[in-house]
Nanobody
């Protein structure tokens, strides 16, 4: 009922920039907020940023100033602009939509499949 598709990852140069996109479709009328998470190989899942329905944004302290979350509501798309990339930014990046009321009872959070970002020379 809800589909999230991330794109924009790939092999990136240290110090470079990239934009990730997350396109939402389906029963997305009541999205309250959307988030980016990332998970490196062998690492724990890490919250990156949130953008709320009213446009307010929050970021992980370690990423403030380098990453920016934005959205285009007309395109049902959320973005993550990443700058000054570092090898430690290498991870699978996931988008998450929090929907309330949910389209399926008790299922409030919907995840995309993720997009791999690799920062390396």
């Amino acid at each position: 009922q809800v589909q999230l598709v991330e794109s924009g990852g790939g092999l990136l140069q240290p110090g470079g920039s990239a934009r990730l996109s997350c396109v939402a479709s389906g029963s997305i009328f009541n999205i309250q907020n959307m988030k980016w998470y990332r998970q490196s190989l062998g690492g724990e899942r890490e919250w990156v940023a949130t953008i709320f329905k009213d446009g307010e944004t929050n970021y992980a302290d370690s990423l403030k100033g380098r990453f920016t979350v934005d959205r285009d509501s007309a395109k049902s798309t959320m973005y993550l602009d990443m700058t000054a990339l570092k090898p430690e930014d290498t991870a699978v990046y996931y988008c998450v939509a929090h929907i309330n009321p949910p389209p399926t009872p008790n299922k409030f959070d919907y995840w995309g499949q993720g997009t791999q970002v690799t920062v390396s020379t």
